[in-house]
């Protein structure tokens, strides 16, 4: 498994843009990418091919949800998380980057 880095950038670079211009994570036109829940995984964030960024308009998606995780799984494809407090951002986004999987948020909301 490649080693994710963690995005220290201000502005996403294009190819993060082009990464998940196919995706629903611009769905909420007042969600915003959230600084220090960024990941990528390649030489440098202008040439990564997968990245983990996290927006904070998980309310959008789902009741109550604070964050949505967006990430990169097998074959490019994305996939999301809906995530309802800080705490659980941070144990799953961690266990994503060492294990490939998200972790079930225990405050779920329907």
Do not use: C
Request: net charge positive.
């Amino acid at each position: 498994m490649k080693k994710w880095k963690k995005f220290t950038g201000d502005k996403l670079p294009q190819n993060a843009l082009d990464w998940a211009k196919d995706s629903n994570i611009w769905a909420s036109r007042y969600g915003r990418w959230v600084i220090g829940f960024v990941w990528y995984q390649g030489e440098t964030p202008e040439t990564a091919t997968d990245w983990i960024i996290t927006m904070d308009d998980g309310s959008y998606f789902k009741v109550r949800a604070q964050y949505m995780l967006w990430h990169s799984y097998g074959s490019g494809k994305i996939g999301a998380q809906a995530i309802w407090s800080t705490s659980h951002l941070k144990k799953t986004t961690r266990n994503l980057r060492l294990k490939g999987d998200t972790l079930p948020d225990p405050g779920y909301q329907t």
